[in-house]
């Protein structure tokens, strides 16, 4: 089976588990420096450029299972960035043992899924993006409100609803 290494990949992708005949593989877990692989297909996370830095600084900041396995909160720190970046995955809270720092197991959105803090423009969501950026106006948030989860995402849609892995570098 031929390799891909994601060593010195320096941004945010995705692994899809599929029988490709391609090993992806990756180090994990902080300064742990565990290397983890599976079979699957290779995905640039489609993030707007513009905007991939601050995804790639939530992610540091967030620091998801850093020696360990990811915590609850974690997890849920971690559903919050993905949102706040217009990235339709969930993270399988039931993989969190399995899921690491650099190796988070996510679900991806469903055609049907709705963003969960997105449903309408209310005051959850409100007070969750003022929180995320407290200087957003409330047209900004009456947009937010109505984005299409799969803009720029027409790549994935057969495989919306399946599992894959949200990775990135390493922070060791």
Not at 79 to 106: C, F, G, H, M, Q
Request: contains cysteine; hydrophobic residues 40%; charged residues 30%.
């Amino acid at each position: 089976m031929k390799t891909i290494t994601l060593r010195n990949y320096p941004y945010p992708a995705l692994i899809l588990p599929y029988p490709s005949g391609i090993a992806i593989e990756q180090q994990v877990a902080g300064m742990a420096t565990e290397h983890r692989s599976v079979e699957g297909i290779f995905l640039p996370l489609p993030v707007a450029s513009h905007r991939l830095d601050n995804f790639m600084s939530a992610l540091e900041a967030i620091h998801p299972g850093c020696y360990s396995e990811v915590t609850w909160d974690e997890a849920c720190k971690l559903d919050d960035a993905l949102k706040a970046y217009d990235i339709p995955l969930d993270v399988n809270k039931d993989k969190r043992k399995e899921s690491t720092e650099a190796w988070v197991y996510v679900r991806l959105f469903g055609k049907d899924d709705k963003w969960p803090l997105r449903r309408s423009w209310d005051s959850s969501y409100k007070k969750f993006a003022k929180k995320i950026k407290p200087d957003v106006t409330d047209t900004e948030i009456e947009a937010a409100c109505s984005w299409d989860i799969f803009i720029n995402l027409d790549m994935l849609e057969d495989f919306a609803g399946e599992e894959a892995i949200l990775t990135w570098e390493n922070c060791d």
